[in-house]
T-cell receptor, first 110, second 114 residues
Framework: SQQGEEDPQALSIQEGENATMNCSYKTSINNLQWYRQNSGRGLVHLILIRSNEREKHSGRLRVTLDTSKKSSSLLITASRAADTASYFCAAGQGAQKLVFGQGTRLTINP | SQTIHQWPATLVQPVGSPLSLECTVEGTSNPNLYWYRQAAGRGLQLLFYSVGIGQISSEVPQNLSASRPQDRQFILSSKKLLLSDSGFYLC?????????????FGPGTRLTVL
């Protein structure tokens, strides 16, 4: 079964606002990753946070990880229309694979 | 640099017909390879993964099969398609020594079974 569960399923905000998406998972992980998917396209890796890290930044992205709560959040600051996409978290387990969540559909209104 | 190709980009097939989707990776050796399916508006479901030539792990029982005839080639097949096989099929790869790190995705194949 899918481990990563994103919340909310859909989010609509105004350009310039911050967008926060959350992800929960069920078992122990090596890392937690976030991907972005533009409509009808493949996924693009955004950021990876390892299980021994609590926060990571990359440009306008900030990811936090709370292993005690088995949860992660992705914050996009100063959103732009081009940030409109679906965002997925993926849990890196001990085996040879990632487990993806159902995604959050983010719409940035100009 | 590494690139990953998938073809065809779109496919419309009748129920009961066979299927062959191909994925190739360039610029790397011994990659781990993955096939995912994505239903409309949903997340990714891992179908198969491979850690080497001829080595296939199946994640869910289904109407599909996978093969890896060459190191950088991964093929998804079906003998008889079902309506429920419709979806967006994505291939991905990771370096052999980092199987749970970043996955690099191809552009996908949109399959419609009528």
């Amino acid at each position: 079964s899918q481990q990563g569960e994103e919340d909310p399923q859909a989010l609509s905000i105004q350009e310039g606002e911050n967008a926060t998406m959350n992800c929960s998972y069920k078992t122990s992980i090596n890392n937690l990753q976030w991907y972005r998917q533009n409509s009808g396209r493949g996924l693009v890796h955004l950021i990876l946070i390892r299980s021994n890290e609590r926060e990571k930044h990359s440009g306008r992205l900030r990811v936090t990880l709370d292993t005690s709560k088995k949860s992660s959040s992705l914050l996009i600051t100063a959103s732009r229309a081009a940030d409109t996409a679906s965002y997925f978290c993926a849990a890196g387990q001990g085996a040879q694979k990632l487990v993806f969540g159902q995604g959050t559909r983010l719409t940035i209104n100009p | 640099s590494q690139t990953i190709h998938q073809w065809p980009a779109t496919l419309v097939q009748p129920v009961g017909s066979p299927l062959s989707l191909e994925c190739t990776v360039e610029g790397t050796s011994n990659p781990n390879l993955y096939w995912y399916r994505q239903a409309a508006g949903r997340g990714l479901q891992l179908l198969f993964y491979s850690v080497g030539i001829g080595q296939i792990s199946s994640e869910v029982p289904q109407n599909l099969s996978a093969s890896r005839p060459q190191d950088r080639q991964f093929i998804l097949s079906s003998k008889k398609l079902l309506l429920s096989d419709s979806g967006f099929y994505l291939c991905a790869w990771t370096p052999r020594d980092k199987p749970t790190d970043t996955q690099y995705f191809g552009p996908g194949t949109r399959l419609t079974v009528l």
